[in-house]
T-cell receptor
Framework: NAGVTQTPKFRILKIGQSMTLQCTQD?????MYWYRQDPGMGLKLIYY???????DKGEVPNGYNVSRSTTEDFPLRLELAAPSQTSVYFC?????????FGNGTRLTVT | QKEVEQDPGPLSVPEGAIVSLNCTYS??????FMWYRQYSRKGPELLMY????GNKEDGRFTAQVDKSSKYISLFIRDSQPSDSATYLC????????????FGAGTRLTVKP
């Protein structure tokens, strides 16, 4: 049972480039989330989904997009990367009780 | 003022010490309180959760919630080097799964 899997683990982007952070879970959870974690700031919610085909904005959605075509997958798209998007990104899922997190993607935008 | 404030640490203690980790919050609607442990280069993992004021014990860990003071604590007894990690408090309103608020985390080192 893999839980929540995120790829890639690390990535360096140049300003203005785009990329997709992948997240997949094998627990059949309906709820999935994307957070970013910055030093001294705690985890901030970017986007979430309550089921396939349904997504909504979190606290810090600007510069990001998501889609949820299946229960298992919840990719996060960065368009026109900016230095402010340098962060560690965590995907999480839940079936209604506490969150299960992946091990994160470390993204640097230079 | 941040909605959830957490002692930043870092905190360094000798093996066997009792550790106290703390958070305060401003939103009186928060009803569901959690502590997560995060090892370096890993995602957070749930340690404990509670709905109510008072204490909840699980092995060497005790979670304490004081809703009247808007203050929560995590106590670790007989701390071990394997407890070295960052500890995050988290909380949300009872029926709102989608708006979890996290503290910034306290980095703990337990020295052998």
């Amino acid at each position: 049972n893999a839980g929540v899997t995120q790829t890639p683990k690390f990535r360096i982007l140049k300003i203005g480039q785009s990329m997709t952070l992948q997240c997949t879970q094998d627990m059949n959870h309906n709820y999935m989330y994307w957070y970013r974690q910055d030093p001294g700031m705690g985890l901030k919610l970017i986007y979430y989904s309550v089921g396939a085909g349904i997504t909504d904005k979190g606290e810090v959605p600007n510069g990001y997009n998501v889609s949820r075509s299946t229960t298992e997958d919840f990719p996060l798209r960065l368009e026109l990367a900016a230095p402010s998007q340098t962060s560690v990104y965590f995907c999480a899922s839940t079936g209604g009780s506490p969150l299960h997190f992946g091990n994160g993607t470390r993204l640097t935008v230079t | 003022q941040k909605e959830v404030e957490q002692d930043p640490g870092p905190l360094s203690v000798p093996e066997g010490a009792i550790v106290s980790l703390n958070c305060t919050y401003s939103n009186s609607a928060f009803q569901y309180f959690m502590w997560y442990r995060q090892y370096s280069r890993k995602g957070p993992e749930l340690l404990m959760y509670t709905y109510s004021s008072g204490n909840k014990e699980d092995g060497r860990f005790t979670a304490q919630v004081d809703k009247s003071s808007k203050y929560i604590s995590l106590f670790i007894r007989d701390s071990q080097p394997s407890d070295s990690a960052t500890y995050l408090c988290a909380m949300r309103e009872l029926y709102n799964n989608n708006d979890m608020r996290f503290g910034a985390g306290t980095r703990l080192t337990v020295k052998p």
